[in-house]
């Protein structure tokens, strides 16, 4: 189930408190754990994946001529999508997906600020951040389970194969708007506890085999291996 909370021990443990203050913010810290329960927060995921067509062109409805053909596919029937193709080569879909945890956290932690209750506000926004990130891991392994293929990487708007800007078209791709979501100009989500992502997929394991580090503008950054040792997906897509 998406809606498994993060424990509290892990919650304490994630805020950081030093040992000498714990016992002062211990009331403050219980109600606000108490005042998270209260509001019953549930996941929603919105997903789908997509075959990839294997042969586009750029007379495809909403292609420009100025994009590189490498910084976009199609998606059946059609459909354009800015993804680098470099990243698809031994993959035959897509899976795009969408995990919200819902405006109630999110006014709520907006509340506590306004009212001066800076400490709730900061635990109420961390156990939101920590309770998003295990929806997310529960969702890719059951998703893992269900999928006839390899999943790869999780990808998101930002990371190396797909710009900022996609986004928007991962919205329009999952309805995101008729479910109350909202994309500013800066191409940033409402409610913020809410993160998007793509992810390959392929017939086999072949990812494990198969290093991107060479093509990849941040390999340099990547944090674990050295990227002539192949790449650490862990540090793409964090949130």
Not at 96 to 109: D, F, K, Q, S
Not at 217 to 237: I, K, L, T, Y
Request: proline letters at 8%; charged letters at 25%.
């Amino acid at each position: 189930m998406l809606d498994e909370y993060p424990s509290k021990e892990k919650v304490e443990s994630a805020l950081r408190i030093p040992k000498g203050q714990k016992q002062e913010i211990r009331e403050e810290f219980d109600k606000a754990w108490q005042g998270f329960l209260s509001l019953k927060v549930t996941p929603i995921a919105l997903f789908s994946p997509f075959l990839i067509r294997k042969n586009c062109f750029k007379n495809e409805p909403g292609l420009s001529p100025e994009i590189p053909d490498s910084d976009w596919i199609c998606l059946e029937p059609g459909i354009p999508f800015p993804f680098n193709s470099i990243y698809t080569k031994t993959c035959h879909s897509l899976f795009i997906g969408l995990i919200t945890l819902g405006p109630e956290l999110e006014n709520a932690v907006s509340k506590a600020f306004r009212d001066g209750e800076t400490l709730k506000g900061w635990i109420l926004d961390r156990i939101g951040t920590l309770m998003l990130r295990k929806a997310v891991s529960v969702f890719l392994d059951h998703r893992q389970r269900e999928t006839d293929g390899h999943l790869g990487p999780r990808y998101a708007p930002g990371c190396p194969p797909i710009p900022l800007s996609g986004q928007k078209q991962i919205f329009d791709l999952l309805g995101a708007s008729q479910e109350g979501l909202r994309l500013t100009r800066g191409y940033m989500i409402h409610p913020v506890k809410t993160t998007t992502f793509v992810l390959t997929v392929a017939t086999r394991a072949v990812l494990a085999e198969t290093s991107l580090c060479h093509i990849c503008e941040r390999a340099a950054f990547c944090r674990g291996d050295e990227p002539e040792n192949g790449p650490n997906f862990s540090s793409f897509a964090r949130f």
